[in-house]
């Protein structure tokens, strides 16, 4: 069975940075382009980040272009998220995903809050 598994998640002042990690397990995680997504009360899922299956190429939504950074240990079956210069605006769940044989499969996400 495909699992999931985020944390680092937590409260930070803004300007401060957190790193999220996801484990995966169940599949092989190294020919799989992996997602970070967020979401926040009375809003729609957005999609933060993505990262191809060697970590060659991402993808930041335009929120978090120069803040955030996805990247990925292959050895060791995680994809982190480090965020950096964070904001209120970046309050959320935070959650790891990703598509397998054309199903979808979700962690179980992640707080982030960002008060001071």
């Known amino acids: 069975q495909v699992q999931l598994v985020e944390s680092g998640g937590g409260l930070v002042q803004p300007g401060g940075s957190l790193r999220l990690s996801c484990v995966a397990s169940?599949?092989?995680?190294?020919?799989?382009?992996m997602r970070w997504y967020r979401q926040t009360p009375g809003k729609e899922r957005e999609l933060v980040a993505a990262?191809?299956?060697?970590?060659?190429?991402?993808n930041y939504a335009d929120s978090v272009k120069g803040r955030f950074t996805i990247s990925r240990d292959n050895a060791k079956n995680t994809v982190y998220l480090q965020m950096n210069s964070l904001s209120p605006e970046d309050t959320a769940v935070y959650y790891c995903?990703?598509?397998?044989?054309?199903?979808?499969?979700w962690g179980q996400g992640t707080q982030v809050t960002v008060s001071s």
């Open positions: 995903y990703v598509v397998k044989s054309q199903s979808q499969y």
């Open positions: 169940g599949f092989t995680f190294s020919y799989f382009v």
């Open positions: 990262i191809s299956s060697t970590g060659g190429v991402t």
